[in-house]
């Protein structure tokens, strides 16, 4: 017997206190990147986001794709799986082994292209982030699978919000520029991971923490087959998220590597203001992806397809005085100097409308299994990002990236749309039915 949806109502309210504790992460980085700015002007800022993007791409790819495979499994745990903690503890942590290793291997080649100025013994020591970003990212993904939706909304919100404080710490003791923002992005990962599992520990009950019985707590011996299992959806789910993360990061990275890192800090602020409308998506996937999985089939595709009109309609609405407001915002915040952002902010926003409803869709995805059409769709938006990407940013720079990046979103989501109304679709009548009830009528 499934669990019944809760009401419509709780579940507006779930999703709008997940929005909030987005907007409250965006204020976050929106307080840090002026303060970067103001200190190290738009190559800073260019630098600061690559940092906060390369370990954790690098973290994610090495644990086999385990944050978009806990919620599944962790609903599936109710079925009797006794080995499941040690099982994902050792996965993340051969992973984050392996991401550092890869890291500091990989740091003169990722020094030269992407940080040119900076030595290459300070880029190796960010390689520590990549274990405090996979830190944070499992627990956090494991507090929504649990349906902790107040922890895993406080986690989201500190997740950003803490990199302030921790960058102010360096500064204050006289550390600047590259190394400052290193040690705080490490010492924020920190921070919130330790809040985090600690909110895992509770809501599983402290006596799971530990080696507890029967491979009930967090350590233990693993369970090889359900090792593969979880990798197994784990890898197809993480082709849909790497890609999702290359589309929205890809520009970023190619940009910085041909326009350099000043060109690169005001793109990277324009991207930011426009995924304000990526959140209310983000957070009906957060919410619904682990309820969606734990309904039968076709409630679930109800659910789903009824979810569609409200979230298209919400994004459209917000996207008109998103752009309007994207000069004055831009211009007040961050100073004259990153003016040129705005038109880039504006072509984004464009690519943002169809956000609300591809977030349903995704979550319907995940929740019925099929984590691999997921990525399957997103690959057709990479693909198109890759070869505008290579065709613009040289000649139209910034604004090129975002015309590249505007037209992945736009067909990627209509895409997911279009599958998710697919495979929702309640089955035909029977026409055999039909014609014999027509015929004794």
Do not use: H
Request: glycine share 12%.
């Amino acid at each position: 017997m499934t669990r019944p949806l809760p009401r419509p109502g709780e579940l507006v309210r779930s999703v709008l206190a997940n929005c909030s504790a987005r907007l409250l992460a965006i204020l976050g980085l929106t307080l840090a990147t002026i303060l970067v700015a103001r200190i190290g002007g738009p190559a800073e800022v260019g630098e600061y986001a690559l940092l906060r993007m390369l370990p954790g791409l690098l973290g994610v790819l090495c644990v086999l794709g385990l944050p978009g495979a806990l919620a599944y499994f962790l609903a599936e745990q109710r079925r009797g799986l006794p080995r499941l903690w040690p099982t994902l503890m050792a996965i993340g942590a051969a992973g984050a082994l392996v991401g550092t290793v890869l890291w500091l291997a990989a740091s003169p080649v990722i020094a030269k292209v992407f940080f040119p100025d900076e030595p290459v013994w300070l880029i190796a020591a960010a390689g520590a982030t990549v274990a405090t970003q996979l830190a944070l990212t499992i627990g956090k993904t494991a507090l929504q699978g649990l349906e902790d939706r107040r922890g895993g909304d406080v986690v989201i919100a500190a997740e950003e919000l803490a990199f302030l404080p921790c960058f102010l710490l360096p500064l204050a003791v006289g550390v600047y520029g590259i190394a400052a923002v290193i040690a705080g992005l490490g010492l924020a990962d920190l921070v919130v991971a330790v809040d985090a599992w600690r909110r895992v520990s509770r809501r599983l009950g402290w006596r799971r923490f530990g080696l507890a019985g029967r491979g009930l707590g967090w350590w233990g011996r693993p369970d090889r087959q359900l090792g593969r299992r979880v990798a197994s959806y784990g890898l197809r789910g993480q082709v849909g998220g790497l890609i999702t993360l290359l589309n929205l990061r890809l520009d970023v990275a190619i940009l910085g590597a041909m326009a350099g890192p000043a060109v690169l800090g005001g793109y990277a602020v324009a991207s930011k203001y426009a995924e304000l409308l990526r959140l209310p998506g983000t957070a009906v996937t957060w919410v619904f992806y682990p309820r969606l999985a734990k309904l039968d089939q076709p409630e679930a595709a109800a659910v789903a397809r009824r979810m569609i009109r409200p979230a298209l309609a919400g994004i459209l609405v917000a996207a008109i005085p998103v752009a309007l407001l994207a000069s004055p915002v831009l211009r007040i915040l961050y100073g004259a100097s990153f003016g040129p952002a705005v038109a880039p902010a504006r072509v984004l926003v464009a690519g943002m409308i169809l956000a609300g409803a591809s977030g349903v869709a995704s979550a319907y995805l995940y929740g019925r299994g099929t984590p691999g059409l997921n990525s399957l769709v997103l690959g057709v938006g990479l693909a198109l990002t890759v070869v505008l990407d290579v065709t613009l940013i040289p000649q139209f720079g910034a604004l090129g990236a975002a015309v590249a990046s505007t037209a992945a979103y736009l067909s990627t989501d209509a895409l997911l749309v279009v599958l998710l109304l697919c495979l929702s679709r309640p089955p035909l009548t029977d026409p055999t039915a039909v014609t014999v009830s027509g015929a004794t009528s």
